[in-house]
């Protein structure tokens, strides 16, 4: 079974074994020529592993518009080889250093409005793959 397939069966495993009152959030990369996102669901208290790909010397682009809007966002673990923000409220970005190509790393933790208008975080933890080309 291909990484990305035991990742999402785990998380689909967690998410249901969740209690009902927990909602789910996703965020998706968007169309972004410069990098490849999954989709990303969110559930409170959650941790969720995710590899992005980005291209050398381009910046990616990350859409949490589906969320709504983010509260301020706390970087757990900064990328070493790179730099992430927060854009606004609904989108952050990670650049790469000039001329890197290999492996970053990087841990945030969101805080978000769910339906109901209480607050929810998750921990995302990137896996960052800096390529020369798709």
């Not at 990305?4 to 969740?18: G, N, P």
Request: glycine share 6%; proline share 5%.
């Amino acid at each position: 079974m291909p990484h990305i397939s035991r990742l999402i069966l785990c998380l689909a495993v967690l998410c249901f074994t969740l209690p009902a009152s927990t909602e789910l959030a996703e965020a998706r990369g968007g169309f972004n020529p410069d990098c490849r996102v999954p989709r990303i669901s969110l559930c409170g208290g959650c941790t969720v592993n995710v590899k992005i790909i980005v291209l050398q010397n381009h910046e990616c682009h990350i859409n949490y518009g589906s969320l709504g809007a983010m509260h301020e966002q706390q970087i757990l673990v900064s990328p070493k080889r790179g730099r992430y923000w927060a854009e606004n409220e609904t989108r952050t970005s990670y650049s790469p250093n000039k001329d890197f190509l290999g492996n970053d790393y990087f841990e945030a933790r969101f805080e978000y409005e769910t339906m109901n208008g209480s607050l929810a975080s998750a921990v995302l933890k990137a896996e960052v793959e800096v390529v020369p080309s798709f």
